[in-house]
């Protein structure tokens, strides 16, 4: 397992940075070509999916609206809930306003990675019902795109996208939705996390078995509730807390360019390190340049390839700009990105590690060592490269053995055996004390500190617990069609099924795994998938921007309005 953190550590170390360039390069080059449609048309995009333009007759398998609530169900999900916390955990505030950037720029991405993907999208008649009538996403305008501009023969590329969104629907769109769900019923009801597993197993399983037409049904009904839901709690909260609201986006702009190292190196004070993280988390939110959505807009009842791009226009705006700063603003107008607050700390938890702190308040990982010592509840330190304890990467200052921390632990803990030992030889399996939050759990605690001025602080938890289930499974559910898509461009229609039980061992095997590890390991997959998309986005630009001049110029949405 250590030999695997070295290596996701040391893809993620090479691979952030040019993830970065690319994301924000591409973004800006394609909202430059194509007149920064993103402002231009996300009007029109509004129009198409409200279904006045809608024809039955046309090829695809859901409408406008389905196909924008199912990408939304992907992108809608932990990275609003977790994904925020975990950018201002690492990244500090800061990293919230580049989540911004990546969202605005990411709206002509997406707007660009729709339209190809309808427009080269293909046809699948007869199959059983999970198989769906059409099938599309960047591996189609990858191979037969780029080989009918250039000539090029790029199917090996075109494979080697699909193949990796397969591995990272695995990941990203599965794994750590199960992770996020169980790591937040077994922080609130320390349910096994096994069994929150199978749960919600079941439920994706049951879904994905009817294919993208099921998926799209139970997507529109879930996609606008759960976010209407999540988005009016959040108001509450701002509401209640109203005279911190311009504060908070003070430090948001100012931790952006000169951000600081907060407590115990949340936040590293790194301006690149921010940068990175709201980037990454910005990426994960939206999923512009990452060639997901496309897949699940290529199955839009539509002739008109832009008319579907217009529609994706609203995904990273509605996604980022509205539910991911109400996540933010919830954290960051609260403070609880900096708060310690009392934990129960399970000894065998995979979100206890071991770091250094420097004087800056910043911290680097370190091997656990051999035996670590406690005196009176305190670390013994006795030089700067003595390791401290850290739940969620953030040092614990002091240990008890009850949970109202009025009995210091004295004594050894053995981090390999997952136990303590007080010198009369009591072992413990369990010790108290204050600890910071990350994830999901952070988001929470914010709505407790965010709800508590009206005595509801006991709300704070349902709400995210609610939100987290709805958004995870709805997240995982869209994301098993990214995938079967995938699938059947690599092998054909016979790899559909087989796909699905995979995919459903998967969701069960992210719930048990550590949220450090299996984040870690969907930033890896997401870096490999998007790099290609992105590079196949720039060099169709030009076949792009003569399909939109066309599409606007035709106006073919008012003959269908005239009917």
């Not at 501009?149 to 794994?175: D, E, R, Y």
């Not at 407590?263 to 790194?270: K, S």
């Amino acid at each position: 397992m250590e030999a695997l953190e070295h290596f996701i550590s040391f893809a993620n170390y090479w691979l952030s940075p040019v993830l970065v360039v690319g994301l924000l390069g591409a973004g800006a080059y394609l909202t430059l070509r194509l007149g920064f449609i993103q402002f231009r048309k996300l009007g029109h995009g509004f129009a198409v999916t409200s279904g006045k333009y809608d024809d039955p007759n046309d090829p695809g398998d859901v409408s406008h609206f389905q196909a924008l609530t199912t990408a939304l169900s992907a992108t809608v999900g932990t990275g609003n809930i977790a994904g925020v916390a975990l950018a201002i955990h690492w990244g500090g505030p800061g990293a919230l306003f580049w989540m911004w950037m990546t969202a605005i720029l990411g709206m002509a991405t997406k707007y660009s990675e729709v339209t190809l993907a309808q427009h080269y999208r293909v046809q699948m008649e007869g199959g059983a019902k999970w198989d769906g009538s059409v099938a599309g996403g960047p591996m189609y305008y990858i191979e037969r795109g780029i080989k009918d501009v250039f000539g090029w023969n790029w199917k090996p590329v075109a494979a080697f996208f699909a193949f990796m969104l397969m591995i990272t629907s695995f990941f990203t769109g599965n794994a750590i939705q199960s992770n996020t769900i169980a790591t937040q019923v077994a922080d609130n009801f320390g349910i096994a996390t096994w069994i929150t597993g199978l749960v919600t197993a079941g439920i994706v399983g049951a879904v994905i078995i009817g294919g993208i037409k099921r998926i799209g049904r139970v997507t529109s009904i879930l996609a606008p509730v759960m976010a209407t839901v999540y988005v009016a709690a959040a108001l509450v909260v701002l509401v209640i807390n109203i005279d911190l609201i311009l504060p908070a986006f003070g430090t948001i702009f100012s931790e952006a360019f000169n951000p600081t190292a907060g407590v115990a190196g949340t936040g590293m004070g790194i301006f690149l390190f921010t940068l990175r993280y709201g980037v990454q988390r910005g990426l994960f939110s939206n999923e512009a340049g990452q060639g997901s959505a496309p897949i699940a807009h290529s199955a839009a009842k539509t002739d008109e390839p832009v008319s579907e791009g217009v529609v994706a226009l609203l995904e990273p705006f509605i996604d980022t700009i509205v539910i991911c700063t109400m996540t933010g603003l919830v954290i960051v107008s609260t403070g609880v990105f900096e708060a310690k607050v009392p934990t129960t700390l399970s000894l065998n938890d995979g979100n206890i590690s071991y770091v250094n702190i420097d004087d800056t308040g910043s911290f680097s990982g370190v091997s656990d060592p051999e035996i670590f010592q406690i005196d009176d509840g305190y670390p013994v330190i006795e030089s700067d490269s003595d390791p401290r304890l850290a739940f969620y990467d953030i040092s614990v200052d002091r240990f008890f053995t009850d949970e109202d921390q009025t009995i210091p632990f004295s004594g050894s803990l053995f981090p390999s055996e997952d136990r303590a030992e007080s010198p009369d030889g009591t072992a413990y399996s369990t010790l108290y004390g204050d600890a910071g939050r990350n994830s999901s759990p952070l988001t929470t605690l914010g709505f407790e500190v965010g709800l508590a001025p009206i005595g509801l602080g006991w709300l704070g938890k349902y709400i995210v617990l609610i939100s987290v289930f709805l958004f995870a499974v709805s997240t995982a559910i869209s994301w098993s069609y990214y995938g079967d898509r995938c699938a059947n461009y690599l092998w054909g229609r016979k790899a559909i099924l087989p796909y699905k039980f995979v995919f459903l061992i998967f969701h069960f095997l992210g719930a048990i795994v550590a949220v450090t590890t299996i984040w870690d390991l969907g930033d890896v997959a997401l870096s490999l998938v998007t790099l290609p998309n992105v590079v196949a986005l720039i060099l169709l630009s030009g076949l792009l921007k003569r399909i939109t001049d066309d599409y606007f110029v035709r106006k073919p949405w008012i003959k269908k309005d005239s009917v």
